[in-house]
Nanobody, 124 residues
Framework: QVQLVESGGGLVQSGGSLRLSCAASGRTFDRIAMGWFRQAPGKERAFVAGISRSGNSVRYADSVKDRFTISRDNAKSTMYLQMDSLNPEDTAVYYC?????????????????WGQGTQVTVSS
């Protein structure tokens, strides 16, 4: 079992920045691939970014590439998502996800473990 807790969401103006955190417990952190997904109102949950167990490999959705940065600190069992140049289309509930079998998440990944989500709202 893996328990995930997100934090860092909130309200920000267009062009602003936020950093999300995801604290994990229950398994050796460096054995789990992790990533971020988001669900906007009226839309399905979608892949945002993924990071490998070591942190050496990352992948981003095209919509966030060059604006968002995913990272992890295995010593702190925590993953991060630095979000810059936010726009109203980034408004969504952001979910942290983890899995023991995938090496790197992508758009068609179905991770086993999920956090409760954190709301990000970008005003225009």
């Amino acid at each position: 079992q893996v328990q995930l807790v997100e934090s860092g969401g909130g309200l920000v103006q267009s062009g602003g920045s936020l950093r999300l955190s995801c604290a994990a417990s229950g398994r050796t952190f460096d054995r789990i691939a992790m990533g971020w997904f988001r669900q906007a109102p009226g839309k399905e949950r979608a892949f945002v970014a993924g990071i490998s167990r070591s942190g050496n490999s990352v992948r981003y959705a095209d919509s966030v590439k060059d604006r968002f940065t995913i990272s992890r600190d295995n010593a702190k069992s925590t993953m991060y998502l630095q979000m810059d140049s936010l726009n109203p289309e980034d408004t969504a509930v952001y979910y942290c996800a983890a899995d023991l079998t995938y090496s790197l998440f992508g758009p068609y990944t179905s991770p086993e473990y999920w956090g409760q989500g954190t709301q990000v709202t970008v005003s225009s």
